[in-house]
């Protein structure tokens, strides 16, 4: 069975930084995604960040700013955001690839509240 488990939200005044991270509970299966997502009230869901073999990519909105990373031995992804806006308030949740017996698998964590006040 595999779980996602997330920390790291919160509040955090403009200008400020968190640091997401996202725990990967898996039994024999291969991690071999990692993302995070987020969503603001009466949005829909946006690609934030994510991490592959081929490296890692972002949102437009985010670049420069946030960071992916992953340790493998941890089995955990971290989202480290830099220069936190307004805009940057949003239900945030961690996402993963997980490869099966015979075929990939998506997962999600529940979500990490980040609240930036101006």
């Known amino acids: 069975q595999v779980r996602l488990v997330e920390s790291g939200g919160g509040l955090v005044q403009a200008g400020g930084s968190l640091r997401l991270s996202c725990a990967v509970s898996?039994?024999?299966?291969?991690?071999?995604?990692m993302g995070w997502y987020r969503q603001a009230p009466g949005k829909e869901r946006e690609l934030v960040a994510t991490?592959?073999?081929?490296?890692?990519t972002y949102a437009n909105s985010v670049k420069g700013r946030f960071t992916i990373s992953r340790d493998n031995a941890k089995n955990t992804a971290y989202l480290q955001m830099n220069t936190l806006k307004p805009e940057d308030t949003a239900v945030y949740y961690c996402?993963?690839?997980?490869?099966?017996?015979?075929?990939?698998?998506?997962?999600w964590g529940q979500g990490t509240q980040v609240t930036v006040s101006s």
């Open positions: 898996v039994n024999i299966f291969t991690i071999t995604a």
């Open positions: 996402h993963a690839t997980i490869r099966g017996l015979l075929d990939l698998r998506d997962y």
């Open positions: 991490i592959t073999r081929a490296g890692p």
